[in-house]
């Protein structure tokens, strides 16, 4: 599915809950509720390149939490390359 961009789109949770996109208010609905949910979980966030709203919030939420935020997976401590 990653591979295929257009079913990938079609996966999120707005679209499948009848959104049309991460704007709409169903996707708003449970989207972001989800993300907050799923940050209490997270020992760290890895904010990947390009623009994104929601990403940033994610951001913002986790650093609010005390989450560290790593905008390279090779700042992650422990990581290593394949």
């Not at 049309?20 to 760290?44: F, K, N, S, W």
Request: glycine share 8%; aromatic share 2%; proline share 10%.
């Amino acid at each position: 599915m990653a591979s295929d961009p257009a079913r990938l789109e079609e996966a999120r949770p707005g679209r499948c809950a009848g959104g049309t996109g991460p704007a709409d208010p169903v996707a708003e609905q449970i989207m972001h509720p989800t993300a907050e949910r799923l940050l209490r979980h997270c020992d760290a966030v890895l904010r990947l390149p390009g623009e994104s709203t929601d990403a940033d919030e994610h951001v913002r939420i986790a650093t609010e939490r005390g989450v560290p935020v790593h905008h390279r997976v090779e700042d992650i401590p422990g990581y290593q390359a394949a």
